[in-house]
């Protein structure tokens, strides 16, 4: 036996119980306390609504300059909140090059069993999109019934697609001007609509029609050739779409279509709005509802491409949307 001990059983029996009486209330206390702390850090944590992160082309979930930088921001921002920055693929590596070479319906497949699988995303959650992850996140919306967003965040993102890249990410320069040669010749084909991401939200306003037919993710996320009355559903489900543009991108052409605007079908000069767009006029996608009732948001920054100052971040999209 220990001194302790030894000091314990030869305490007479009032002083014993005395002792058992104290040593009980006072591990209670302790108890109470440690309870209190764990409730309050989940409730804390309950009280901010979980978000889902996703990168755009040539980035990865993870990386430290990138979404790891901004994840870590969003912490300090919104005390206890869960952040799931959305990895497609075993390792970064796979990640960056999923990001160009598997098709966004596979992606999309993919991030809604990562969503499927973790249970504090299961009563819903907010979601940022970073460029084409913004429609990728759209997509999840629409094909994923276990994808509860509450709030979408589109940070640049192509809703009517593409119809030009000046610059392609991470790629060199020779491979992004092949790149864009493929897409300009090509991209509607069905070995290029299967291998390049990029090919997938291709919208070319000159051939409406080649677009609406072999488009294989944009035509059909965006109603083009019948109605999915589920993907109404879910974009009407939202309590606010939020689209960022960025007045001054030079990676996206036309930048309006990170407002849902486009080229008038038959040229690729002069722009319509989404209001003027038959995707908001003839409702494909339930955008009238939401446009009525004030949750359809339209916010610009000035900068490039994904170029923000966290103020106006903190202050138009966390403290509006996040809280």
């Not at 409730?39 to 609504?49: A, D, E, I, P």
């Not at 035509?219 to 879910?234: F, G, L, P, T």
């Not at 722009?271 to 939401?290: H, M, P, T, V």
């Given at each position: 036996?220990?001194?302790?001990?030894?000091?314990?059983?030869?305490?007479?029996?009032?002083?014993?119980?005395?002792?058992?009486?104290?040593?009980?209330?006072?591990?209670?206390?302790?108890?109470?306390?440690?309870?209190?702390?764990?409730?309050?850090?989940?409730?804390?944590?309950?009280?901010?609504?979980?978000?889902?992160?996703?990168?755009?082309?040539?980035?990865?979930?993870?990386?430290?300059?990138?979404?790891?930088?901004?994840?870590?921001?969003?912490?300090?921002?919104?005390?206890?909140?869960?952040?799931?920055?959305?990895?497609?693929?075993?390792n970064v590596i796979e990640d960056v090059e999923n990001g160009y070479l598997m098709h966004p319906d596979k992606q999309i497949k993919e991030a809604c069993d990562i969503v499927k699988s973790d249970p504090l995303l299961s009563v819903g959650f907010n979601a940022i999109g970073f460029s084409q992850g913004a429609q990728f996140l759209r997509g999840l919306l629409q094909k994923c019934p276990e994808a509860k967003i509450r709030n979408l965040i589109s940070l640049g993102g192509q809703h009517q697609g593409v119809y030009g890249l000046p610059n392609c990410g991470s790629l060199s320069h020779p491979t992004c001007d092949y790149l864009r040669r493929i897409l300009n010749h090509a991209a509607y084909l069905g070995w290029v609509q299967k291998k390049l991401v990029q090919a997938t939200y291709w919208h070319d306003p000159l051939n409406e029609e080649e677009y609406r037919n072999y488009s294989t993710?944009?035509?059909?996320?965006?109603?083009?050739?019948?109605?999915?009355?589920?993907?109404?559903?879910?974009?009407?489900?939202?309590?606010?779409?939020?689209?960022?543009?960025f007045d001054s991108d030079t990676m996206v052409q036309p930048v309006e279509t990170e407002w849902f605007g486009f080229y008038k079908?038959?040229?690729?000069?002069?722009?319509?709005?989404?209001?003027?767009?038959?995707?908001?006029?003839?409702?494909?996608?339930?955008?009238?509802?939401?446009?009525?009732?004030?949750?359809?948001?339209?916010?610009?920054?000035?900068?490039?491409?994904?170029?923000?100052?966290?103020?106006?971040?903190?202050?138009?999209?966390?403290?509006?949307?996040l809280k």
């Open positions: 036996m220990n001194s302790c001990e030894l000091a314990v059983l030869h305490l007479p029996i009032n002083d014993r119980t005395n002792f058992t009486l104290w040593f009980t209330m006072k591990t209670g206390i302790l108890i109470v306390v440690f309870l209190s702390s764990v409730c309050y850090c989940l409730c804390q944590s309950q009280n901010v609504t979980p978000i889902v992160l996703w990168h755009g082309m040539g980035d990865s979930c993870c990386f430290f300059f990138s979404l790891g930088a901004f994840q870590e921001k969003l912490s300090k921002a919104l005390p206890g909140v869960h952040i799931h920055s959305l990895k497609i693929g075993s993710f944009l035509a059909d996320i965006n109603n083009e050739r019948q109605i999915n009355q589920d993907y109404i559903k879910s974009i009407q489900s939202l309590d606010n779409l939020v689209l960022v543009k079908p038959g040229q690729a000069v002069e722009i319509e709005n989404l209001q003027e767009s038959a995707l908001f006029i003839d409702d494909r996608l339930g955008l009238q509802k939401l446009n009525d009732e004030s949750r359809l948001h339209f916010l610009s920054v000035p900068g490039n491409h994904l170029i923000f100052d966290w103020p106006w971040f903190q202050d138009n999209i966390i403290n509006t949307f």
